[in-house]
Nanobody
Framework: QAQLVESGGGLVQAGGSLRLSCAASGLTFSMYAMGWFRQAPGKEREFVSAISWGGGSTSYADSVKGRFTISRDNAKSTVYLQMNGLKSEETAVYYC?????????????????WGKGTRVTVSS
């Protein structure tokens, strides 16, 4: 059974950085594009970033371009999200997701697997 487990969330001041990790098991990791979504209280889950199975293609939401970087290590079955210049409005639960589709501006209903999320709180 596929399982995605996020880690690395926490409390950070505005302008600070965090690195999220998502460890996958129970699936052939290198066959999936991987990505991150986030959901703030009272809001819909929104796409943040995605990376292709080989890591050669990435996509980002406009709001995070230039500040966030997604990467993956297929040998460790892990995907990362480096977040710099965090803003208070980016306080949310961040979810890891796996997709058999191509990298793009993903929509939540199209994902094959989800993690349970890690909370990121950005204080102003």
């Amino acid at each position: 059974q596929a399982q995605l487990v996020e880690s690395g969330g926490g409390l950070v001041q505005a302008g600070g950085s965090l690195r999220l990790s998502c460890a996958a098991s129970g699936l052939t990791f290198s066959m999936y594009a991987m990505g991150w979504f986030r959901q703030a209280p009272g809001k819909e889950r929104e796409f943040v970033s995605a990376i292709s199975w080989g890591g050669g293609s990435t996509s980002y939401a406009d709001s995070v371009k230039g500040r966030f970087t997604i990467s993956r290590d297929n040998a460790k079955s892990t995907v990362y999200l480096q977040m710099n210049g965090l803003k208070s409005e980016e306080t949310a639960v961040y979810y890891c997701a796996a997709s058999r589709g191509a990298v793009g501006q993903w929509r939540a209903p199209g994902m094959a697997y989800w993690g349970k999320g890690t909370r990121v709180t950005v204080s102003s």
